[in-house]
């Protein structure tokens, strides 16, 4: 009953005195019922068995005490008091090495839970980077002795027990672990109390900090209105633009440099004040209230009428600036155009003075007349800038300029000279006027000699071109001509020579006027570079030119009558030659086809030809010789015949070629019809074929006329046999056949030919049924030449009985019709 009343700080009915049983069991019930009555359920436990002694219902009693006023009051996050105690231990423990507190029993058993939890709380009664995992017992002790000692809770556990048991006593551990929770927990109340106090002081000096910078910032603020505003309100004008534009440079400082750090601590002012209201709103405190003319309003107020003021000034500063400036720049303008004016005027008196018209010629004059035309013009476009030139004076003079005499002195100045320049303007043109007549009578005569000196020194350079113009001429009728037209030339003579006279004596008339009223002549007609004299030179040199034309051309008809005679003689020659080599031709052609006589007759026909083809060669030569002639002068026509030397000399190669050709057809035909035993008959009935099928008579058929005769003389043919016949007859695919390439093929078709295997029989004969022949054998059985001839070309006979030297006829044989590759 006592230790209920410790621990739960009430009064719990008094005891019964007596020392008997009963006495005891009344005690102890009384106990029991205060536990129950404190909402704890006893289970199994009796007033009898705690007065009888029982340990474990006494210790489970205890337990029960225990749980109920030393550890069911913990609570962490609504946990019940175990879960509650275990969650405060692993957050107070969580920031230490080799601390991981899971439950009540293992969780402790090397001590460094313990001494986590003391020195989370007092650090200064633990050094924790001291403690090892290794050392449990005497980390436990450590922590009992510091708890005992400074935190006035019992030493509870004994340390060898915890460490020498496998799982020690949960409750045990639970229980003293409960007494660090309420020995700590109530050093964190007073520590949250004193940070709740801290926390109102705080807050409390920071609104008073605000309040007192708020009232420092609107104190130098308005202090600095109140400097600025008369500087703006200062209107006193400057007399300079320099002097304007420092004052506008000043204003611009004060809006890029000064003003804009004032913009920003008004603004910080009014979020300073805004801010340090709404804290005191929030901590319940009073509203702030600045002191008399400091309020947000009153500054807004001050501001406004600083803004006003500012831009009044700012107005000023541009109305002051911009008259300053009108005045500069009409200063300058009346300067530049002075300038301008003085530079076009100077020298112009000199220029109106001089006599030059005195001198001059009637084309100077009058260029000198239309030059003064222009000057005129010229000074009527700038009467507009004097009279500008004085209306900016007086503007200056009514602007009260500064420097207005200097102004006036100047302005006077141009208008005196402008006088002047007038004057003079209409001197020097009543000068030109009357020296301009004078000339007037003079140059009509000089643009009279200018007209007609023009075509008439046309006319002679075109007479001393054509009488100097080369020509080439190919006939007697071309040079003839020419002759025509230099007579039809020489009879305009005496007509150009009146207009010579007439044109020169405009120039004589000219002389004599300005020999009559004295005027000193330049020499020079200002209407043409043609002087008398080169009229004078250009009609001696035509006069002289006119024979000499003459004679080139009777030279040029005596060469023309010379190469007409050389083109007559090569005509008469080559219209007898180009006939002759064209007939030749047709009759060799007529023998080539003829089937009448044997081949022995046509070979001595076309030999007789060919005799008479070189006899003839003279002829030839001789008209190569004329042809040389011609060339040599230049003669590359010839009216007179068809035929050029060119045409000659390729009917003559052709005939030479067509003789030959055929000579030696005729003897293939004479070989073929010999080694084939092909009789004349057969011959001469190939060569009826042909010729019937031979359409353009040119000795060779195109392969449709080929296969009609193949058909004609009975040959079944197929597109496939008649693809194979062509490739033997034209084996370089020209697209005709010749007659000699139709009788190869016929003799190959009708005559008996050996074979490959025949001369392979032949050879095994000589070599006495062997299958290889040797060296001797061939020397003894053929004619030396044949012998070597084989020899050189028979391979090394492969076998094995086969004496040294021996040859393979057999593969010989077969290259001979070429049926192997040798």
């Known amino acids: 009953m006592l230790l209920l009343e410790v621990i739960s700080g009430e009064r719990l009915p ?14 102890v019930n009384k106990a029991l019922d205060f536990i129950c009555s404190k909402g704890v359920k006893l289970v199994s436990i009796g007033a009898e068995e705690i007065v009888d002694g029982n340990v474990k219902m006494t210790l489970g009693m205890i337990w029960t005490i225990i749980l109920r006023f030393a550890i069911q009051d913990i609570s962490v996050e609504e946990t019940s008091a175990k879960e509650g105690l275990l969650l405060w231990c692993q957050r107070k423990t969580a920031p230490y090495r080799n601390v991981n507190v899971q439950n009540f029993h293992i ?78 927990a109530g050093a964190e109340q007073a520590e949250t109390a004193a940070n709740r106090i801290c926390k109102v002081l705080a807050v409390n000096q920071e609104n008073e900090k605000l309040m007192e910078e708020y009232e420092k910032l609107a104190s130098e603020l308005l202090e600095w209105i109140r400097r600025t505003i008369p500087w703006l309100e200062n209107r006193a004008a400057e007399q300079t633009m320099r002097a304007m534009q420092q004052k506008l440079e000043d204003f611009r400082d004060y809006r890029r440099i000064h003003k804009p750090p004032r913009v920003q601590e008004k603004c910080q002012l009014e979020i300073n004040f805004n801010t340090l209201q709404t804290k005191l709103r929030l901590s319940n405190r009073p509203a702030f209230m600045p ?140 000068s030109l006027e009357r020296v301009e007549k004078l000339w007037e009578t003079i140059d009509q005569l000089y643009l009279e000699f200018a007209k007609r000196a023009a075509p008439f020194n046309n006319w002679m350079d075109g007479a001393m071109e054509d009488l100097q113009d080369m020509f080439i001429v190919h006939s007697i009728e071309e040079i003839q001509s020419l002759i025509t037209a230099h007579d039809q030339f020489k009879a305009t003579l005496p007509e150009a020579d009146k207009e010579r006279m007439a044109t020169m004596g405009i120039h004589s008339e000219i002389l004599k006027i300005a020999q009559t009223y004295g005027i000193k002549l330049s020499g020079i007609n200002p209407y043409t570079n043609l002087s008398p004299q080169d009229i004078s030179n250009k009609w001696d040199a035509v006069k002289h030119l006119v024979p000499l034309r003459d004679q080139m051309l009777q030279e040029e008809v005596a060469r023309q009558q010379a190469n007409e005679r050389l083109r007559r003689q090569f005509a008469a020659q080559a219209n007898i030659i180009g006939p002759w080599i064209q007939t030749k031709m047709e009759e060799i052609s007529h023998v080539s086809v003829d089937i009448a006589g044997s081949l022995e007759e046509q070979m001595n026909s076309l030999k007789q ?100 005769c193949l058909i004609s003389m009975g040959y079944d043919l197929g597109e496939v046999e008649f693809a194979r016949i062509m490739t033997l007859v034209d084996p370089n695919n020209t697209g005709v056949v010749t007659f000699q390439a139709f009788i190869d093929f016929m003799t190959r078709e ?72 040798l």
């Open 750 to 821: 009708t005559a008996e030919t050996d074979t490959a295997e025949q001369v392979m029989a032949s050879f095994k004969i000589l070599a006495s049924d062997k299958s290889y022949i040797t060296v001797e054998e061939l020397r003894r059985e053929l004619p030396p030449e044949q012998a070597e001839y084989c020899i050189s070309r028979m391979t090394r006979y492969i076998g094995s009985d086969s004496p040294p030297g021996a040859l393979d006829y057999i593969s010989f044989s077969s290259a001979l019709y070429g049926e192997s590759d």
């Open 609 to 708: 030809y060919e005799q008479n083809i070189i006899n003839y060669k003279s002829n030839i030569d001789k008209l190569e010789g004329d042809h040389q002639l011609s060339q040599e002068s230049l003669i590359f026509d010839n009216k007179h015949t068809n035929y050029t030397m060119e045409h000659i000399r390729v009917g003559w190669e052709q005939l030479l070629t067509t003789i030959a050709r055929t000579i030696n057809e005729v003897e293939n035909q004479i070989l073929t019809r010999d080694a084939k035993g092909i009789s004349q008959e057969q011959l001469n009935e190939f060569r009826a074929s042909f010729n019937h099928f031979d359409r353009k008579r040119n000795g060779m058929m195109d392969p449709d006329d080929f296969r009609a």
């Open 107 to 184: 969780s402790w058993k090397d001590g460094l839970a313990l001494c986590a939890l003391i020195h989370r709380h007092r650090p200064d009664l633990i050094d924790y980077s001291k403690l090892r995992k290794d050392d449990p017992i005497g980390n436990l002790n450590t922590a009992f002795e510091v708890a005992e000692k400074f935190l006035d809770i019992p030493k509870m556990l004994d340390a060898e027990d915890i460490v020498n048991t496998p799982k020690p006593d949960e409750k045990a551990i639970m229980t003293y672990v409960s007494c660090f929770y309420h020995a700590f």
């Open 14 to 27: 008094k005891p019964d005195k007596g020392k008997m049983r009963f006495h005891k069991i009344a005690n």
């Open 291 to 430: 002191s008399e003319g400091k309020m947000v309003s009153d500054i807004a107020n001050a501001w406004k009428g600083l803004e006003q003021v500012e831009k009044g000034y700012e107005e000023w500063l541009l109305t002051e600036i911009r008259r300053l400036e009108r005045l500069d720049h009409l200063a300058e303008k009346f300067k530049q155009k002075c300038s301008m004016h003085e530079s076009w005027t100077g020298g112009k008196e000199d220029l109106l003075s001089q006599k030059d018209y005195e001198s001059a010629s009637l084309m100077e004059i009058r260029a000198l007349m239309r030059k003064h035309e222009a000057f005129e013009s010229d000074l009527a476009a700038h009467q507009d800038r004097v009279e500008q030139i004085a209306a900016i004076a007086q503007e200056l003079n009514e602007l009260d300029y500064h420097d207005a005499a200097t102004v006036n002195a100047r302005c006077q100045g141009i208008c005196d000279q402008w006088d002047n320049l007038g004057t003079l303007t209409q001197k020097r043109r009543d």
